[in-house]
């Protein structure tokens, strides 16, 4: 009973089209809704501070293959990246639901590991299973987590936070995750191609493990608190950095340069986008699925951060306009261009 | 590479039983989180009253057919289905997010359809859409909503409340849901036999209605407050009046009678079932997605109520215990049982 009309393909628009599409057409009418749509996370009021919400789904097929993911990393990662989107709003994550679609082919015991993950990433981020939904589905996995956090008013970081002069900030290494996922994808082929093939994964350890169970970046959320840093503007980094760092350009109105030779990147990942014929940093700018902090600070914050862990400074917020451009060791500004997300 | 062991098939459980199974080993850690897993929706608080959080799922295949299904009716319905359980927590519905994952056969103009309906859903109910998030899937449409809604401290209502001699009320007519989809079986069979045939749906416009687009009943939450009436306990009907009522059993530890002769159930439905050749008692019973609210009041508030539009008293609460029956016009005793869900 589908209407007759115009039919426009999905791909056309892709993730953020649509978004941005939906967005257009919602209003706001509750006075305790303070952030909806556009953030890492929608900010409610309760009057006794502000609560982070968040969900996102995860697709079998298109998110995760479970000819070599374990369940239980899948658990983990399901609550993990959830809560990384808490901690971009500068909020610590209280409490999710989960809702599970699976088929028939899943056994009480698979779901039992699935839970062991999820359960596994309360204990360590300290959050609480408050509820959800176990429904069937004619074909496959589809997981959707919520995550409720709680920040206070003056801590809040939003996207459009950043102003003139900020430094830009990034924790850990990037383009791991992206690199895990490659090499699991060769092992999966040799070993279809060769049954009797062994995966050879001991090598490639924390590139696979960065894929399969990422963690939320919370210790830096209460390094930075120790440090007695707000940082102007946060955002997880699960597109890729190019693409995020283009979200805070255009949340804030501000043009950013970042320079490729301080990306951080680890010497793993560097070998191994060699040996896969890849760029780096391109794998660093675009792969996605790293889930570190991406954060502007003030200036005057410089010499509370410096001596931070795992915190890579990377460039400068400019002035006022709406570019980002990656300065190479030669001195081009090459315009950075978001790969973001095309499933469709 | 999943285990090698035991595997048990999900279906010797059943939905409740996979959710006991998971809330056996859940932890609350936050004193912030009143009530995890167990009731319409977890009870958050927030410092200044109470936060309610709710979360559904709907698949297609499982929970719809897009066949006699408009996707905006479906936006509607899934906005819906999660508002009724914020409030079947006696809470006023205050945002939602809306994720998404759907196959590349959907158009642009079909996701619009689709919030079409939850844009309608968030004007007649009050509520912002605040987030979600937009996926591809391998095939069909999943649709997973969290709905939040705010509740003072002393309006809150959990399922557990109930206790001896409060009478058992329930919004509406029951089984008019179940029918409907009954009727767009039969219709969508005689059209796939001979697509020629129209199909034959205006005589059942309320069955359909009910089925294809439910109302959560805010209408009802309003007018108990207006009234001055806080239910002892209170639940939405989602898998038929059979299944809530030995919820409400589960959570109080109190026993309870409801009348056959009080079950409230339309004309049309009486008459459709018949047509149907199904037991009309059966329909309201166990039917299910009516939608309505189930809940329980003090002896003395019945003056209160007894006038209310749309309120039927069905029964009460008798003593401790652990049983729910339904008493015939003869007299008889018969024990409910909960069909409840089983989809997997």
Same sequence: chains 1, 2.
């Avoid at 509750?30 to 995860?58: F, H, Y």
């Amino acid at each position: 009973m589908e209407k007759e009309g115009k039919k426009t393909e999905i791909g056309t628009l892709g993730e953020f089209g649509l978004i941005e599409r939906i967005n257009k057409h919602t209003v706001i009418k509750n006075p305790e809704t303070r952030k909806g749509i556009g953030d890492d996370a929608a900010i409610i009021e309760t009057g006794n501070g502000l609560m982070a919400v968040t969900s996102d789904m995860l697709v079998e097929g298109i998110h995760f293959d479970l000819s070599y993911t374990p369940l239980k990393h899948l658990g983990y990662k399901s609550a993990a990246v959830n809560i990384s989107d808490i901690a971009a709003m500068n909020a610590l994550p209280k409490q999710i639901t989960v809702n599970l679609a699976l088929s028939n082919r899943f056994s009480v015991e698979a779901v039992d590991e699935f839970y062991k993950g999820i359960f596994l990433a309360c204990e360590n981020y300290g959050v609480d299973l408050v509820g959800g939904d176990m429904s069937s589905s004619t074909s496959g996995l589809i997981i959707s987590i919520t995550a409720l956090g709680g920040v206070a008013n003056e801590d809040v970081t939003y996207r459009s936070g950043a102003s003139e002069n900020d430094i830009i900030c990034v924790t850990g290494d990037l383009g791991a995750a992206y690199l895990g996922l490659q090499v699991l994808k060769r092992e999966k082929a040799v070993y279809l191609a060769n049954p009797d093939m062994q995966p050879e994964l001991d090598h490639f350890d924390y590139l696979v493990k960065r894929h399969l169970r990422p963690e939320a970046r919370m210790d830096i959320i209460y390094e930075l608190k120790e440090a007695g840093v707000k940082p102007t503007a946060m955002i997880d980094v699960s597109d890729g950095l190019a693409s995020e760092l283009l979200h805070i350009v255009k949340a804030s109105g501000y043009s950013l340069n970042i320079h490729s030779d301080k990306i951080p990147i680890d010497d793993l990942s560097f070998k191994t986008a060699e040996e896969f014929d890849l760029d780096p940093l391109t794998c660093a700018l675009n792969g996605g699925e790293d889930y570190e902090l991406l954060f502007t600070i003030g200036q005057s914050d410089y010499e509370k951060i410096k001596y931070l862990n795992d915190v890579t400074l990377i460039g400068y917020i400019t002035g006022k306009g709406t570019k980002a451009h990656l300065v190479t060791k030669g001195g081009d500004a090459i315009p950075l261009t978001a790969q973001g997300w095309h499933h469709f």
